[in-house]
């Protein structure tokens, strides 16, 4: 977690993303990449091309003003983290995606508005959208978040093989925060008895499994969560079971999956209330 990429839009909810990331890059000795996309003038209908040209420059320069103001506001005086600011074109999430790609980032932190209703359905959240094609860790800070150092993660676990590769960086954000790990899972309790104790008995050899791949270097702890709705208990889990960050690992899905069901990752980054630390699988 030593290069840290944030987008921001010079939101509220992008400054308190940028507040996450700076903190992370304080604990790591690491760098940030501050970026933001703008839409050029690009139609030939618009002025001459050296006009476009000129005001295109003229804007990424006020841009760029903007973002070192953002820097000194947040960064202060602290001159051991380097911020770099970068200005983008449009499209947003294809070439945050490629910028990501190309300058080998370890971690994308930003924040998310969430949306609902029509707004889902239509357009969707950009934090969503670059959470489905991120080939990177991304970890989303929702509006209304108020900072506070993490101390307690959940692991949010369907019993994934692919939870063992997630171990080293939940390993990590733990020790920057010295903070305890829980791997949870939620169980439906309308399920039947039998139904039930299978769960229960295979969520018990997943645990074994995840804490012989930790070995010692990570303590777990591991619980299950029965609840009447597992996506309605996402939303509103800290009530039940406090946490300060969840992390969850998105799975890769083939061509059927993709049709026939939707990303539940992707479906967290609309609705989540705290920090959600979203791992790709590899």
């Not at 992370?24 to 970026?35: C, D, F, S, W």
């Not at 903007?66 to 294809?94: F, H, M, N, W, Y």
């Not at 969430?114 to 989303?140: D, F, N, T």
């Not at 799975?251 to 790709?280: H, Q």
């Amino acid at each position: 977690m030593k290069r840290i990429l944030v987008p921001t839009d010079f939101s509220p909810t992008a400054e308190r993303a940028f507040r996450f990331a700076f903190d992370i890059a304080q604990k790591t000795k690491g760098t940030i990449i501050l970026y933001h996309t703008y839409v050029p003038v690009e139609s030939s209908f618009i002025a001459a091309e050296r006009q476009r040209d000129e005001y295109n420059a003229m804007v990424e320069e006020k841009i760029l003003k903007r973002l070192q103001r953002l820097k000194r506001k947040i960064a202060g005086d602290a001159s051991e983290i380097a911020v770099s600011t970068i200005v983008g074109r449009s499209p947003l999430v294809a070439n945050l995606i490629r910028f990501a790609d190309k300058n080998h980032v370890d971690l994308i932190v930003m924040g998310t508005q969430g949306a609902s209703g029509l707004k889902k359905m239509m357009v969707g959240s950009v934090a969503a959208r670059v959470v489905e094609k991120s080939r990177w860790p991304i970890l989303l800070v929702p509006g209304k978040y108020e900072w506070k150092e993490p101390g307690q993660l959940v692991f949010a676990t369907n019993f994934s093989p692919s939870d063992k590769e997630a171990l080293p960086l939940i390993d990590k954000l733990a020790r920057l925060y010295d903070a305890e790990t829980t791997v949870l899972h939620l169980m439906k309790s309308n399920a039947s008895a039998a139904e039930s104790e299978k769960e229960k008995k295979d969520f018990d050899a997943h645990a074994r499994a995840i804490q012989k791949k930790a070995k010692n270097n990570l303590s777990l702890h591991f619980h299950v969560l029965e609840v009447d709705s597992i996506i309605d208990a996402m939303e509103t889990l800290d009530k039940k079971f406090p946490y300060d960050v969840m992390i969850m690992v998105r799975r890769k899905k083939k061509l059927l999956e993709k049709l026939m069901v939707k990303s539940f990752t992707k479906s967290m980054a609309y609705v989540t209330r705290k920090p959600l630390l979203i791992i790709p699988e590899e």
